[in-house]
């Protein structure tokens, strides 16, 4: 564990590395690309302006992923229960994906105003999608056994739904959850930089025209982290809530065994 | 030809009602897979009655359609002729299917919460009878945490608690030891003389079949067809030494011989 | 003469107003105006909005979702060419502020310069002809000038060194800022070099609210001026509310880039009252774009813009 | 199948009409908004325009999705194999996801220039974490007792995963290929539209300020037609060639059966 | 106390070599998974020794160790306490494992490709012994097309054909019926004369133990450990009725009751 801290701490200090080095030998400019020294002294300076600017954004990342999730879950279970539906829906689903932000975003202020809700609206939309698929993926994958053994028991289609088919589903709703909080950061991002007053991305719009292309990075910085953080905040959860789907990995804890290669 | 299926009732009454199965003359093939494969006929002109309270108790080789048989009186699969005419059955089946995330108790509460009970309701019914099956203390184990036989106990715990009024046994106890299964058989005739159902058994284990059931059929090798009836009039509790049933466990074997 | 409006009424009114862009020294003269109090004591709650790109105001004040936008001259004719009822009631920068930027000793000096070059455009159309009249009037041969629409990464563009020049940048803005850094910009202003100039920003009004929303849009307008003559008065105190509302914005920076605007915040004609449009400029540039094919209809210049609601001016 | 088709057709054909009618009476300007006949109009108007930049952009998203699955592909199984490099690089992989296409665009420019290459980066970037994410998902929920099994045989970890774990993941890399196709047509207008000389994103760029919107409603129509057609061509790719995970559903074509609701 | 496992070969010799197994004093208890639960131990202290070539069979009520002790064998859990020194050895698991993408003979085949066969060659070798297994016209079957004891029998030809030295048996004939059963033991204890393979056999059947078994261990319940070891000298090919083997079933069973 110690040892594996250390290899990953060190891979990331030869990437900075690496990094500091082609900033100044690289030929390009520093406009274009800050050395993370740079990157560094922003975070420092502007923490003030970074964090009240971070508190605005996560809290629309976090309020969008929410949304993206209820809604996410209320559709799988509808285009799971239903064929037509999904034979209808699924494909309107799969184009509502390919909007373009340009598009939407003035709409978007038209319908909603420019406060937080447009803003929650682009995060929800470009989240909803990477739940949906492997959520319904994972619902039409359950042993088909299972759903006969349900049938003979009398069960209605809802209760297999909620006994089996559900907790079934649980590690493909994590896929899809751990998708979307990569992609929350990236959609809020997009989002404030199609017309906003505050938030990180709001920040990199204002910092690249001002050439502090060191504050934009930071700006990324931090959300990173802040898409890291969440991520395996998920991971943990998964471990926790849904932990039956590696027998050899988690359940085996404390019980000597031989490596199986589980991934923890 | 006419079929007819029961259709699954949503909400099964919990006081279990009388209720039989009749199939006349059931037929069903399985397509080949691939174009121009040949279909495999599973079975051919297959008749089986259970009056309401009766065991009737399946025989035969391997691949010769019992689970087959099972499915299509459970109402499961469709069969392709004859009719059927069965009361709402619960289906045990030969692989265990417990839900890998559910402790044992859990599981064998699964019917009953089809059925409408709530977790609690359905832990207090389940817990006595895990405490029955020598189970004692693995309410919480999750499948992969339990032998195969305590598995395959779980499993018949939870066909039998479904409450449905048939019950549809694919070798029940087919990877317990020879003790362990004696007990459960012992079990299960007691838990049917106190409380009657309908049972249809499939079982490799001729005795079984006899020391079970009120008849016990006789199938051939696919396409499986009934070769033989045995009613089993010896009372009960039967012992397997009884000189009925080993002459009739001679008969039996000698018609799976042939 | 001027006459006074009646005291601020009770009830101060909301004013949606949005941005072309995000807030920069362009708009330093509105914040001016909120910071130091004119509009409030005009009655009006000024609310400035950030675009999500620099033609949605026109769209968002076309639906009715905003009270006023500020946009630019050739959009707005453009606009009204497929039939919005949109009115320019005040130019807020007189003067062209696109220019072509070019770096150091890859620069070119003079329009004739651009031969065989790469230049960096933003994509829109309109700034794509005026590289045609540039060419023209130079003299040299537009197809050996290879144009790439770089979007809104004009300065990266530039500075990535795939790129000779480009144009869009504003000579304000993005001049300013790369002097600053001693990257030895070279400037050719529109207007320098060919291109009929025009008002770079325009404050634009539904036609409706022209009718019935005069009173408002003359107290805007006054409060803005106001807000400017402040600015012009004394820069540091409109630098600093600008950099209050936008915190983001570097103070340094905006101060130089709004030096640098003064000049065409105002009328070159001194008795031209703040806002004014020229009408000869107007009918000149709107010829100029009917030329270029930019505009399908035949359209009057007249109309697209009033002075009417002016400090000094209409009435 | 027939009166599915026309209820998926009746539902499309009701949103559109809905839409004909909001842009007449909804009050929002035709300029934020078009009528779908106006889209209709564009759309052949402006066809051979639209037809010329398609092929451009479908082409870079056809590389860039097969860019996005091989360099996902050679990841997931590089951090499946290994904890340590999981580790160390899942959470630079998470973090790469919300680098913005504002931030990296002018670098890629500057290494790559203007041609194909920074588009095919930016869409494989988009693409390569949705099918990243799912694949290890799948690969670590394989059942430990079969990785036991083959250990007993004397496999190789390789031929362990060629033959057992490759395969049962397959479900898991389709759901991935399924989304990045969606995430793919995005990634994509997002890069025309910061530096390019054609396809649909640089034209629906070039039609925002001039008012066009009908025009790039069409092209965004003819790009969500695309994607909606590439993730059914996955779709029916996943049906054939990863089949025994609905052993309820495709399997049981032919064989007559109560219904089991399972996905097609 | 020393633990030594043979690590899993990368890639087993074709050719089979002698080698046997060697368990001594062999202890392993599972924790309780959640905190405060008890501990299951699941062996205490069992030894069991096969000579290359020897036959050994373990029987034991449901849940005393059997397949624990199995997978100590194969190396693929550590015992908690205990020498193992084994051969590599190939696991048949109580469960059928099947590959359900795979059709019968692709199983089949699996383990010959892990030991490095290409497709075509373990093809090649597994299809004549599907059809001495009445498997003929399956080939192609994904496991959920086959019937419990057809998926048993590719499960039990896929461990045969892995080459390995010692096979470690989980009740491979468990979901077979009587007849096949027998055929099945018959097949084994042929083949295992022409080409000896140590073999450990857990079974429920004590029969069946005694027919192929050069020795027998009788487990406790849990925690497992030996009981009584049976040496069964009876010359082969053997029938259940010879007196030794019905004389030494008595005792088996007398020993599982107490
Ligand atoms: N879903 C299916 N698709 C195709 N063929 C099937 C299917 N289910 C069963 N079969 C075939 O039908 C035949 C009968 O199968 P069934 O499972 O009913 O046998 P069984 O009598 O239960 O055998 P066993 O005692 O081995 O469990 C077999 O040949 C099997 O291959
Ligand atoms: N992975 C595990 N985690 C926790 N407990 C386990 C685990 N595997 C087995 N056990 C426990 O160890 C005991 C022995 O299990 P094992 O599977 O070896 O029994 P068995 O003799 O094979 O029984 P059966 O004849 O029913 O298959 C059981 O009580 C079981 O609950
Ligand atoms: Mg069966
Ligand atoms: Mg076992």
Redesign the interface.
């Known amino acids: 564990m110690a040892t594996?801290?250390m290899?990953?701490l060190l891979?990331?200090a030869g990437?900075i590395g690496a990094w500091e080095l082609y900033t100044h030998v690289g030929g390009?400019?520093e406009?274009?690309?800050p050395a993370p020294s740079a990157v560094a002294e922003a975070l420092v300076e502007d923490r003030g302006?970074l964090w009240?600017?971070f508190v605005v954004t996560a809290g629309e990342i976090g309020l969008g992923i929410g949304v993206a999730v209820a809604l996410a879950l209320a559709c799988a279970v509808a285009l799971?229960?239903s064929?037509?539906l999904?034979?209808?829906?699924y494909?309107?689903l799969?184009?509502?994906?390919?909007?373009?932000?340009?598009?939407v975003?003035?709409?978007l202020?038209?319908w909603l105003?420019?406060g937080l809700a447009p803003k929650l609206a682009i995060v929800a939309l470009?989240c909803f999608?990477?739940i949906v698929?492997?959520t319904?993926?994972a619902?039409?994958?359950v042993?088909?056994?299972?759903?006969?053994?349900?049938?003979?028991?009398?069960?209605?289609?809802w209760?297999?739904f909620r006994?089996?088919e559900a907790?079934?589903a649980?590690?493909?709703l994590?896929?899809g959850a751990?998708?979307s909080?990569?992609?929350a950061?990236?959609a809020a991002?997009?989002a404030e930089?199609?017309?906003?007053?505050n938030g990180l991305?709001?920040?990199?719009?204002?910092?690249?025209?001002?050439?502090?292309t060191a504050?934009?990075?930071a700006a990324?910085l931090i959300?990173?982290?802040f898409?890291?953080a969440l991520?395996?905040l998920l991971a943990l959860a998964e471990r926790r809530l849904?932990p039956?789907?590696?027998?050899?990995?988690v359940?085996a804890v404390?019980?000597?065994?031989?490596p199986?290669?589980?991934?923890? | 030809m006419q079929t007819r299926i029961q259709a699954p009732e949503t909400a099964p009454a919990t006081r279990i009602e009388a209720g039989g199965v009749r199939l006349e003359g059931v037929t069903k093939a399985f397509p080949g897979r691939r174009r121009g494969a040949d279909e495999v006929i599973a079975l051919q002109g297959v008749s089986l009655q259970a009056a309401p309270g009766e065991t009737v108790a399946v025989v035969g080789p391997s691949g010769c359609g019992k689970t087959t048989l099972l499915e299509i009186a459970c109402g499961l699969i469709a069969p392709d002729g004859g009719t059927v005419d069965a009361a709402p059955a619960a289906l045990m089946a030969q692989r265990d299917l417990l839900l890998p995330w559910a402790g044992a108790l859990d599981n064998a509460g699964l019917a009953l919460r089809a059925a409408g009970a709530s977790r609690e309701e359905a832990r207090e019914e389940a817990r006595p009878l895990l405490r029955d099956f020598g189970l004692e203390g693995f309410e919480r184990a999750r499948p992969h945490e339990l032998s195969g036989g305590m598995r395959q106990r779980v499993a018949f715990l939870r066909t039998l608690l479904s409450g449905r009024p048939v019950l549809c046994l694919d070798e029940p106890f087919g990877a317990l030891d020879a003790i362990t299964r004696h007990e459960m058989q012992a079990w299960l005739a007691g838990a049917l003389a106190r409380e009657p159902r309908t049972v249809l058994l499939v079982t490799h284990d001729v005795e079984e079949a006899l020391v079970l059931a009120d008849r016990v059929l006789v199938l051939s090798p696919r396409p499986g067809h009934v070769v033989a009836t045995l009613e089993v009039g010896a009372p009960r509790p039967r012992r397997r030494t009884d000189p009925e049933l080993v002459a009739l466990r001679e008969r039996a074997l000698q018609e799976l011989r042939a | 003469g001027e006459r006074e409006e009646p005291a601020a009424s009770a009830r101060t009114e909301r004013v949606d107003l949005v941005l072309d862009y995000f807030p920069n020294a362009d708009h330093a003269g509105i914040y001016a105006a909120i910071g130091t109090g004119e509009f409030s004591r005009a009655g009006l709650d000024v609310r400035p909005r950030t675009p999500s790109d620099p033609s949605a105001p026109l769209k968002l004040l076309a639906s009715g979702r905003a009270d006023l936008a500020i946009s630019y001259e050739p959009e707005l004719l453009l606009a009204r060419d497929k039939g919005a009822r949109l009115v320019s009631v005040g130019a807020l920068v007189q003067k062209p502020l696109t220019s072509i930027i070019s770096l150091g000793e890859r620069a070119v000096r003079e329009p004739g310069g651009l031969e065989g070059k790469t230049v960096g455009t933003a994509g829109i159309p309109y700034q794509d002809a005026y590289l045609k009249t540039i060419a023209e009037k130079a003299g040299i041969d537009l197809s050996s000038v290879r144009k790439i629409d770089v979007g809104f990464n004009l300065v990266p563009a530039l500075l990535s060194k795939r790129v000779d020049a480009v144009l869009g940048a504003f000579w304000n803005v993005e001049g300013v800022e790369l002097e600053r850094r001693n990257r030895d910009p070279r400037i050719l202003r529109m207007d320098e070099i060919g291109v009929p100039t025009y008002n770079e920003l325009i404050i634009v009004a539904r036609e409706q609210d022209v009718r019935s929303r005069g009173p408002l849009l003359r107290r805007f307008l006054r409060a803005l001026a106001r807000g400017h003559e402040g600015l012009r008065a004394d820069p540091g105190t409109a630098v600093d509310e600008l950099v209050k509302a936008n915190p983001d914005l570097e103070r340094g920076l905006q101060a130089a880039q709004v030096k640098a605007t003064l000049p065409v915040f105002f009328p070159a004609d001194r008795d031209r009252p703040f806002g004014f449009h020229d009408r000869e400029d107007w009918r000149a540039y709107t010829r100029w774009m009917r030329d270029n094919e930019l505009l399908e209809n035949p359209l009057s210049s007249e109309r697209a813009f009033t002075n009417e609601f002016l400090p000094g001016e209409g009435i």
Request: hydrophobic share 50%; no cysteine.
């Open positions: 594996l801290t290899i990953s891979i990331v990437l390009v400019d406009f274009l690309l302006l009240e600017n799971h229960f064929a037509d999904r034979r209808a829906l494909p309107l799969v184009g509502s994906q390919t909007i373009p932000i340009p598009i975003a003035p709409l202020v038209a105003g420019f470009v999608f990477p698929v492997p319904i993926d619902l039409a994958r042993d088909a056994d299972l759903r006969k053994l349900m049938r003979s028991f009398g069960a209605s289609r209760q297999t006994l089996v907790p079934a649980l590690p493909g994590f896929t751990k998708l909080v990569a992609f950061t990236f991002i997009l930089q199609s017309g906003s007053e991305g709001h920040l990199v719009a204002q910092a690249i025209p001002q050439f502090e504050r934009a990075y990324v959300l990173s982290a898409a890291v991520f395996g849904a039956w789907h590696r027998p050899g990995g359940l404390g019980e000597r065994r031989l199986v290669d589980p991934h923890r």
